[in-house]
């Protein structure tokens, strides 16, 4: 069955940096697009980024533009988020989520991993 398991939140200062990984399980996971998502307390879900099958294509949100970089390691079937410069409005719970193929959005998700920024 498809598992996807993140890892890598946690509390940072603002301006600091965190890289939350998802370990990808039970499907072929070089064959398929891969987003994060994220939800902030009290607010619905909000796609962050989007990844192609290769890794040669990404897609963010433009709130984080320029400070986050999705990337992934098929051989290591690891979808990976590097956030930079975190500011007060990132904190949520991060998802990581599977592309249901052909272009049908996204059909698993993770448990998520809570980001929190604070001074």
């Known amino acids: 069955q498809v598992q996807l398991v993140e890892s890598g939140g946690g509390l940072v200062q603002p301006g600091g940096s965190l890289r939350l990984s998802c370990a990808a399980s039970?499907?072929?996971?070089?064959?398929?697009?891969m987003y994060w998502v994220r939800q902030a307390p009290g607010k619905g879900l909000e796609w962050v980024s989007a990844?192609?099958?290769?890794?040669?294509?990404?897609y963010y949100t433009d709130s984080v533009k320029g400070r986050f970089t999705i990337s992934r390691d098929n051989a290591k079937n690891t979808l990976y988020l590097q956030m930079n410069s975190l500011k007060s409005e990132d904190p949520a719970m991060y998802y990581c989520a599977k592309g249901g193929g052909s272009g049908n959005g996204m059909d698993y998700w993770g448990k998520g991993t809570p980001v929190t920024v604070s001074s």
């Open positions: 039970g499907f072929t996971f070089s064959s398929y697009w």
């Open positions: 990844l192609n099958t290769g890794g040669s294509s990404t």
